[in-house]
T-cell receptor, first 112, second 118 residues
Framework: AAGVIQSPRHLIKEKRETATLKCYPIPRHDTVYWYQQGPGQDPQFLISFYEKMQSDKGSIPDRFSAQQFSDYHSELNMSSLELGDSALYFC???????????FGPGTRLTVT | AQKVTQAQTEISVVEKEDVTLDCVYETRDTTYYLFWYKQPPSGELVFLIRRNSFDEQNEISGRYSWNFQKSTSSFNFTITASQVVDSAVYFCALSEGRRGGSNYKLTFGKGTLLTVNP
């Protein structure tokens, strides 16, 4: 069965650079969630999209932006990267109206 | 606001022991969903179970069992006859229900690191 795809799996950036993380949901899933997991911490909700519209926003820095495209894939754009942005970023997708979330393998971002 | 508390930061057991991971939640919603996820050292989040607030039936799946008690706002997870491969961080998570929408963001507990020693 198809799973959530995230790319890249690993990313190394320097401070003040920008990064783009991509998420490809399971086919026919129209809802996407983004989570950030710092070292030794629990995942924190960043933002979600339903039918290409932002549906909720969590503790996402103003330096970050995200969108969902017509093919339902989503991108998380991160600018002016800081050391504290080093984390595992998860994307999850779900069919409309259900609480099930299927997580991707995550993108490990390291900011040096 | 919703909150999930996993009071046990770390648990260490010897293989074949039974172990229970505690989870206590807070929510003002009458409809909500509880989850357990496993995160092995490789980092992925593995879904284990979902329980709806209106279904208090306990569940057993192989060596895993879950005890949901609304009266104490708890959703505990027991591993019977633990194995080394069970070593991981286990997260309990809560999602509040939304009628007509599609936003079920998860609030996670801090996680419990389970180490099963041979």
């Amino acid at each position: 069965a198809a799973g959530v795809i995230q790319s890249p799996r690993h990313l190394i950036k320097e401070k003040r650079e920008t990064a783009t993380l991509k998420c490809y949901p399971i086919p026919r899933h129209d809802t996407v969630y983004w989570y950030q997991q710092g070292p030794g911490q629990d995942p924190q909700f960043l933002i979600s999209f339903y039918e290409k519209m932002q549906s909720d926003k969590g503790s996402i820095p103003d330096r970050f932006s995200a969108q969902q495209f017509s093919d339902y894939h989503s991108e998380l754009n991160m600018s002016s990267l800081e050391l504290g942005d080093s984390a595992l970023y998860f994307c999850a997708s779900s069919p409309a109206g259900t609480p099930e979330q299927y997580f991707g393998p995550g993108t490990r971002l390291t900011v040096t | 606001a919703q909150k999930v508390t996993q009071a046990q930061t770390e648990i260490s057991v010897v293989e074949k022991e039974d172990v229970t991971l505690d989870c206590v939640y807070e929510t003002r919603d009458t409809t909500y969903y509880l989850f357990w996820y496993k995160q092995p050292p490789s980092g992925e989040l593995v879904f284990l179970i979902r329980r709806n607030s209106f279904d208090e039936q306990n569940e057993i799946s192989g060596r895993y069992s879950w005890n949901f008690q609304k009266s104490t706002s708890s959703f505990n997870f027991t591993i019977t006859a633990s194995q080394v491969v069970d070593s991981a961080v286990y997260f309990c998570a809560l999602s509040e229900g939304r009628r007509g929408g599609s936003n079920y963001k998860l609030t996670f507990g801090k996680g419990t690191l389970l180490t099963v020693n041979p």
